[in-house]
Each structure stands twice: as C-alpha cells, then as structure tokens.
C-alpha cells in the first residue's frame, strides 16, 4: 500500500484519428494521492514516432506536502538528449528554506546523463525564512539570482552537481543582529552530491542598515564572504562608512548539526 494508497487517476486524451495527423494530445490528465497531492498536466506531442519529436505541455502540483510548482514548456529530441525550453514557479519549504518562492525561465538541456540549466535574463528568489537550526539566520528574504557570464546556472550529472550565480538587489532582515540588509550583490558557487554540499558566496557590496528600538549605528557598506563545509557556516564581514573609512571586521560560525554558533 505505502505512500502509493488510493491514488486516483483522470485521464482525457486525444488520439490521432487520420494517418496524416501527427500528433497526440492530452487536453487534461489528474494524478491524486491519499493524503491530498495533486498533480495536473496537458499536453501535446507531436510526431511521437519520430525521431524529432516536439512536446508542449503544462503542469501544476501542489498540496499533500510537497512544494507547489507550476511549470509550462516545450521539449524537443537533439542528437542524444533532450532540450527544453520552460517557464516555471516553485513555492514552499525545503529542509532549512522556509517559504521559498522562485520563478525562472530558460532552456534545460540533458545529453549523455549530464543535465544543465541555462536562465533566460534573472531568477526572481523570495525566502520567508532562512533557518539552518534553532532560529532564524536571516528573514523576508528577497533577490535576484543570475548566470555567471551566461554560463550554466546548474549543472548536474552522476558525480554531483554544481550551482554558480550572480546575486543582484538582495535584501534580507538580520534577526539576531537587529538589522536590515539591502543592496546585496555577490558572487555565489556551491557543489555538491544528494544532500552533502558547499560553497562560498563572496559579498561584493551591501548596505547594512540598523533596526533596533534605539539607534545604535548609522547605515553601513559591508563586504565579505560566507563559506559552507562539513556542515559548518563560517563569515566574515567588513563593515565601513559610507565614504570608505574601515570600523571593523565581525566573523561568525555556525553547525548546522546542533543549530550551534
């Protein structure tokens, strides 16, 4: 039985009923667990036959737990491998990141069991919380998120995967620090294999403004970098006046194991 009890399935298709006609379409098709996911998808695929086959469909998913996601596209056959060109939309938590919300287009392609994801223009990214242990590292999250030079922005294959990006117009509220930071541009690469990972995000510029009931400092540039190994996060962070003069370096850690830091 498992996780598989009571699935329900809605099916509408249409078949080709002239030899000439190419194409197989699936006006609407429903997948439904037990414990509420649902999936919807349309499709059409034409010339299924052949070796240049198009697909266009679209999809949504959504509720039993699991992320929603909105997904429109077309795929088509390339000399060994598969390239598609979408548009899609995923909101919800995963592990550490809570509601996330990030929408993206561009072109996806897989050949020889090495899949990668190029973005047309920028990533929008939106994070309510950002909560690797017991608190809250960062809040209201939000960004843009871009290829390096237009290189892949995620490449994966069976030795792991690798994601590299510029970040633009970040900004994020700082719980433990009582304080908003704005005006984030950095450089971000991370890789990994399943869930063992890391990376380093290097901070080029930031504006670090103070939220406390009683004003403590005035707002701040800062630069800096945040690395991820063995679990650990390690920072460090320069803060400086607006006309360049240094106040000071602050570094933090933090395991992700015991919320520690």
Not at 109 to 130: D, I
Not at 171 to 178: F, R, V
Not at 195 to 201: I, K, L, Q
């Amino acid at each position: 039985r498992g996780s598989l009890d009571r699935l329900l399935l809605s099916l509408e298709a249409g078949l080709p009923t002239d030899p000439r006609d190419s194409q197989l379409s699936i006006p609407a098709a429903s997948l439904q667990a037990a414990r509420g996911g649902l999936l919807k998808v349309s499709a059409r695929l034409r010339d299924p036959l052949a070796p240049s086959w198009i697909l266009a469909a679209d999809m949504a998913l959504r509720g039993g737990g699991l992320p929603g996601l909105t997904w429109s596209g077309t795929a088509r056959a390339i000399n060994d491998g598969i390239e598609s060109s979408m548009n899609f939309r995923i909101r919800g938590d995963y592990d550490m990141l809570r509601g996330g919300d990030l929408a993206a287009k561009g072109r996806l392609t897989s050949r020889q069991g090495r899949m990668r994801f190029q973005p047309e223009g920028c990533a929008r990214m939106a994070l309510a919380a950002f909560h690797p242990g017991d608190s809250d590292l960062a809040r209201d999250i939000s960004g843009l998120i871009c290829s390096t030079d237009g290189n892949d922005l995620l490449a994966a294959d069976a030795s792991g995967w690798t994601f590299n990006a510029v970040a633009r117009d970040a900004a994020m509220t700082l719980p433990l620090a009582t304080s908003r930071l704005d005006k984030g541009a950095g450089r971000i690469a991370f890789k990994g294999k399943g869930s063992d990972f890391g990376g380093r995000t290097a901070v080029t510029a930031a504006r670090l403004t103070d939220k406390a009931p009683a004003s403590r400092f005035n707002p701040l540039a800062g630069i800096g970098d945040i690395t991820l190994a063995s679990g650990i996060w390690r920072g460090r962070f320069t803060a400086s006046q607006p006309d360049g003069v240094t106040l000071g370096t602050a570094t933090f850690t933090h395991t992700m194991d015991t919320g520690s830091g």
